[in-house]
């Protein structure tokens, strides 16, 4: 049940939360859509702590949905059933691991 509250919950990040912030920082700012917000209110903004556990929290549930996503077009597409516990091994222990890299960077601010 774990893993598929966090697949479910890392589908409604992935698609709600993601394509807003690539649409605004990726595109609309690029293309001068909207004015472009200076270091300094940037920075302050990443470094409150709610923004970084907000930050912290769409990395760590799109990771995991992705993991799982991986896992079973590994295992139900490519019909490798007999590597099962390699492959759960593989995606949702890269997720923890990326998840850990994310938050020591998100932590790591100044």
Request: glycine share 10%; charged share 10%; proline share 5%.
């Amino acid at each position: 049940p774990v893993l598929w509250l966090l697949f479910s919950a890392g589908g409604v990040v992935s698609a709600l939360v993601l394509p807003v912030l690539v649409l605004s920082l990726g595109v609309a700012i690029p293309l001068g859509w909207l004015d472009a917000p200076s270091y300094e209110h940037l920075s302050a903004v990443v470094r409150h702590p709610i923004t970084r556990l907000a930050l912290f929290g769409i990395c760590v549930l799109s990771l995991f949905h992705a993991a799982h996503r991986f896992r079973f077009t590994l295992y139900d597409g490519l019909q490798i059933k007999h590597l099962n516990e390699m492959i759960g091994l593989f995606c949702y222990g890269g997720a923890i691991v990326l998840s850990l890299w994310a938050g020591y960077l998100l932590s790591s601010l100044r």
